[in-house]
């Protein structure tokens, strides 16, 4: 797989990432900023960071699954790893520009 498959595969996998919404704040997980980290190889082996908007959030089993499923629906990802961590700690800091506005704060998004 070249590097520009990956990355095609990495921007669709974003892009499905953007149906799973946050049941709280109602607004998409990559755009919230509690996708951390996403990464294709060349296997087509996807493996996810992502983190809730605090440690022992009641939706976190729930998030992840549906960030799984999110990933593994996309056309070329052969397999799906998805990592809960709370390293850094999520913050509002890390909403995007798109809705920041809508909380008041935000600049971040999913780091590169």
């Given at each position: ?64 699954d549906a960030v799984h499923s999110a990933v593994w629906i996309v056309s070329g990802i052969e397999q799906v790893d998805v990592l809960l961590t709370y390293d ?25």
């Amino acid at each position: 797989m070249s590097g520009d498959t990956r990355n095609e595969l990495r921007e669709a996998v974003l892009e499905s990432l953007r149906m799973v919404i946050d049941p709280e704040l109602g607004e998409n997980l990559v755009d919230l900023g509690l996708i951390y980290r996403v990464d294709v190889d060349d296997r087509g082996a996807a493996r996810i960071e992502m983190s809730t908007t605090t440690k022992g959030c009641p939706a976190a089993a729930y998030l992840k699954d549906a960030v799984h499923s999110a990933v593994w629906i996309v056309s070329g990802i052969e397999q799906v790893d998805v990592l809960l961590t709370y390293d850094p700690p999520w913050s509002p800091e890390m909403i995007s520009g798109a809705i920041g506005h809508k909380f008041g704060a935000g600049s971040g998004g999913i780091r590169r």
